[in-house]
């Protein structure tokens, strides 16, 4: 079964510190992958997506996400969280390049992310 | 260059109640696809329109019901309303199937529905 499985629910850091968002996918093929950012009444921000080529790919705000294929893994990181950054974060697989299924995105169920000052 | 929008922001309903709400693509979008977002939870996908057809459907009752008009904006129907449909109704929109490219989706804010 397709799945996305965020394990942490919640997470603190302290202002400044560096921050890492796990994210493991169960999919058939190597999927699209995504994480989006929603902040309290808000709707979904992309950061960032993966579909083919470099491994590591850069995304708003000064987020990056590697993607390891071995381990069916999608992190989410920041070099230095800022207050701004308190939110819920997503992490999503869509299909795969070429598939006529776009826009069935699977999403975990989040995590969320507080920032101490 | 206006995002996605949807109206009303906020609705309350009764038990076996209709509702409906209302979603405006993305400029450039022709694909509007709805998502349920319960409290506490990852959006779940209801249903994806395109070219005034629903395309693609995810696990939900036939009691959720959608549709697509010329100009691509799109509405999300659900009727005989139960406690378990108050949440966070999404839209989202992209650029068609046809493009084969996952154009990515396009987040609204949402219309925030409860159900007494």
């Known amino acids: 079964a397709q799945s996305v499985t965020q394990p942490d629910i919640h997470i603190t850091v302290s202002e400044g510190a560096s921050l890492e968002l796990r994210c493991n996918y169960s999919y058939g093929a190597t999927p699209y992958l995504f994480w989006y950012v929603q902040s309290p009444g808000q709707g979904l921000q992309l950061l960032l997506k993966?579909?083919?080529?470099?491994?590591l790919v850069q995304g708003i705000k000064g987020f990056e996400a590697e993607f390891k294929r071995s381990q069916s893994s999608f992190n989410l990181r920041k070099p230095s969280v800022h207050w701004s950054d308190a939110a819920e974060y997503f992490c999503a697989v869509g299909p795969p390049h070429g598939s006529s299924n776009t826009g069935k995105l699977i999403f975990g169920q989040g995590t969320t992310l507080q920032v101490k000052p | 260059d206006a995002g996605v929008t949807q109206s009303p922001t906020h609705l309350i309903k009764t038990r076996g109640q209709q509702v409906t709400l209302r979603c405006s693509p993305k400029?450039?979008?022709?694909?509007v696809s709805w998502y349920q977002q319960a409290l506490g939870q990852g959006p779940q996908f209801i249903f994806q329109?395109?070219?005034?057809?629903?395309?693609q459907r995810g696990n939900f009752p036939d009691r959720f019901s959608g549709h697509q008009f010329p100009n691509y904006s799109s509405e999300l129907n659900v009727n005989a309303l139960l406690l378990g449909d108050s949440a966070l109704y999404l839209c989202?929109?992209?650029?068609?199937?046809?493009?084969?490219?996952?154009?990515?989706?396009?987040f609204g804010n949402g219309t925030r529905l409860t159900v007494t």
């Open positions: 329109y395109y070219e005034e057809e629903e395309r």
């Open positions: 993966y579909f083919s080529g470099d491994t």
């Open positions: 400029s450039g979008h022709d694909t």
């Open positions: 989202a929109s992209s650029t068609g199937p046809k493009e084969r490219n996952n154009s990515p989706l396009h």
